[in-house]
């Protein structure tokens, strides 16, 4: 008995099958076309950083920051440390004195901000509005000592800064009310 080439001939049902699955790939390969021409005359949604600057949305959590005084040029904060008591890392020190008229004052205030985890709990346990979150977004630095922040680079300007709302518009908010934010 002699055995020939072997039979590849399809069946019908197996030449249906490869018709479909050819179709199917073909119209994937439209699609994903049609999305690449959709997304090349839609304007683009980025903008050239840092020639434009992003202005954060209304309630963007920075980095904490003490609020100034307007009228006294000074800081809100009294050094009760009730913002380093809620802090569930510790990364916030403060060191207080005392002044003639028995009021207490920051004469240190440090944030490790490499470890802060923006969560807010120490801006929502300050009672006198001393602390919010501030606007601020660029937190890149080459040593990470850099990322001590002291009383000096933590104080706000007194003027406020600028938020950007849902709907577009761009509104310059003021922390002299109190630095809920």
């Given at each position: ?100 008229d028995k009021k207490r004052y920051p004469v240190e205030w440090r ?20 602390l919010t979150m501030s606007p601020e977004y660029e937190f890149a630095e080459y040593r ?38």
């Amino acid at each position: 008995m002699t055995s020939g080439p072997p039979d590849l001939r399809l069946t019908g049902g197996e030449r249906m099958h490869n018709l479909t699955s050819l179709l199917t790939g073909f119209w994937s390969f439209i699609c994903g076309l049609w999305v690449t021409l959709v997304n090349t005359v839609r304007p683009p949604v980025t903008f050239q950083y840092p020639e434009k600057y992003y202005v954060p949305l209304e309630g963007f959590r920075g980095y904490p920051a003490l609020v100034v005084d307007p009228e006294t040029g000074e800081t809100k904060c009294n050094g009760c440390q009730a913002c380093a008591r809620a802090c569930p890392l510790g990364v916030i020190h403060i060191e207080t004195a005392q002044r003639e008229d028995k009021k207490r004052y920051p004469v240190e205030w440090r944030l490790e901000f490499g470890r802060c985890m923006v969560c807010n709990l120490c801006v929502e346990a300050c009672p006198f509005g001393a602390l919010t979150m501030s606007p601020e977004y660029e937190f890149a630095e080459y040593r990470p000592e850099d990322l001590v922040y002291t009383l000096g680079n933590l104080k706000l300007p007194p003027e406020g800064f600028e938020v950007r709302r849902l709907d577009g518009s761009t509104v310059r908010t003021g922390l002299a009310g109190g630095g809920r934010g």
